[in-house]
């Protein structure tokens, strides 16, 4: 009986108010009359005021104020064709008036005190409700009309989105009210994301140009083992003969040139395929197959060891050049570095790596030549390699280090700016980062994965 009186009420509301045809409505000033409703018989129905079209026509809320004119404007049209189909029942539900004012005042009682609730309210409700079973044979007959009456509901609900929209703005919601929910859901995304487990590479969109800065050549990057407050960024630019590294507080620093700290490297890296993994640096010393790790907390070399046979200078680089030879990553599973060797024929040659000491763990070769390699990126444990640097390049062969084995893929992304000097997955962002002629890009990925639930765990 709830939803009866629901559907009823904004036509009651509409109909009592509409026996008033000696009452002149007179708007405030800066409002005018903007449309009215009557029945068969010319008997007011309902008067629309609305603000003068010019009022604040210039604003974004005057365009909002107009959206909302159209809308009230369509739910008088849906007004009076309800108007029209209800007549031949007005008389019967005019006696059911006082009835349901009287649930009215009901529930304004039960709404202005919850607490002093007793079990007569809820009986006496129960009557009321139950003195309204006349009503279902009536509504009944409306059920031709059930379109339109969802039509009219769908208007309400997309005029009080509006409205919420337009109070917020004009700052009826408090600061910190706001901030609160935006941290929870920020916290529900998380642990939503925390859910998701290793999966497929599916799809590659973008890209997103974050900032235009540097030479063709250059790595940025982020900390995918930081924590989620942490949001520094890395800027290396060039593919050789420097040691300078810029660091920013935030992407947001980053995108506007505020840095917060720069390091001077003790060697020059090669190539542009660094990365930053729990607070460290992990780079290709310049002219060697030495591996470096730098500790941005101390400043200092933590560690350094060389890839036993791992071609370097433009030995067994990618299809672009640039001392690419090694390449450094992360995901989920931890640090590897891809390169080639003599012994594999300039295939390519996968190992997980220590963090701490970069002793190889494992070791594991592929069939795919390094040299005609655009660039790779591994996701959970798969290494992803595309077939050119430039315009047209696509993901063309993957190799799962989990089950040893490889497939030719057809994944297509966009190469916006034509050449790509640098591509490297994300775990904590679900995301790769590129250099792409100049342009600092991120592109999004999507994964076919399987969510873990409580009961899996």
């Not at 045809?21 to 005021?49: H, L, M």
């Not at 909002?64 to 004119?69: A, E, F, K, T």
């Not at 009219?152 to 409205?163: Q, T, W």
Request: net charge positive; with cysteine.
């Amino acid at each position: 009986m709830w939803s009866l009186s629901v559907v009823l009420n904004p036509l009651l509301f509409l109909l009592l108010f509409g026996y008033c045809p000696s009452v002149t409505i007179r708007p405030k000033e800066g409002w005018q009359v903007y449309s009215s409703a009557q029945d068969a018989d010319g008997r007011c129905i309902c008067t629309v005021v609305a603000p003068e079209q010019n009022l604040c026509s210039r604003d974004a809320k005057g365009r909002q104020l107009r959206q909302l004119l159209e809308k009230v404007q369509n739910m008088s049209q849906s007004i009076e064709v309800l108007n029209l189909r209800t007549q031949r029942d007005f008389q019967y539900i005019m006696r059911m008036e006082s009835q349901i004012k009287g649930l009215r005042s009901k529930f304004r009682q039960i709404e202005s005190d919850r607490k002093t609730l007793v079990n007569k309210n809820f009986q006496e409700l129960q009557g009321k409700m139950e003195s309204l079973q006349p009503l279902i044979p009536v509504l009944e007959q409306y059920k031709a009309d059930a379109k339109l009456i969802s039509q009219f509901k769908e208007e309400i609900r997309n005029l009080s989105g509006v409205l919420m929209g337009i109070q917020e703005e004009m700052g009826a919601y408090d600061y910190e009210e706001l901030q609160q929910r935006v941290l929870n859901l920020e916290n529900r995304l998380r642990n939503c994301m925390s859910k998701l487990t290793c999966g497929k590479l599916m799809k590659i969109t973008g890209p997103q140009t974050v900032k235009t800065s540097g030479t063709r050549f250059g790595a940025w990057m982020t900390d995918p083992q930081a924590s989620p407050k942490n949001n520094r960024v890395w800027y290396m630019d060039s593919y050789t003969n420097n040691k300078i590294v810029k660091e920013y507080k935030s992407m947001a620093d980053f995108v506007a040139g505020v840095e917060s700290r720069t390091y001077n490297l003790p060697f020059k890296w090669a190539g542009t395929n660094h990365v930053v993994y729990n607070g460290s640096l992990y780079y290709n010393k310049m002219q060697s197959n030495i591996i470096v790790r730098y500790s941005f907390e101390t400043g200092r070399v933590v560690t350094q060891r060389a890839l036993e046979s791992a071609g370097f200078h433009n030995v067994y680089p990618y299809t672009w050049g640039g001392f690419s030879d090694i390449d450094m990553m992360a995901d989920e599973l931890g640090l590897w570095a891809v390169y080639a060797t003599n012994q594999n024929a300039g295939n390519i040659v996968i190992s997980q790596l220590n963090p701490d000491t970069l002793q190889i763990l494992n070791t594991w070769n592929t069939e795919y030549s390094k040299r005609n390699a655009g660039e790779s990126f591994i996701i959970c444990g798969t290494l992803y390699i595309t077939n050119s640097h430039l315009t047209g390049a696509k993901v063309y062969y993957a190799y799962s280090t989990k089950t040893s084995t490889y497939e030719y893929t057809d994944i297509p992304f966009h190469n916006q700016y034509f050449h790509m000097s640098m591509l490297d997955y994300n775990a904590r962002d679900r995301a790769l980062y590129g250099w792409n002629n100049g342009h600092q890009v991120l592109f999004n990925v999507t994964l076919f994965h399987i969510i873990k639930t409580e009961d899996d765990s």
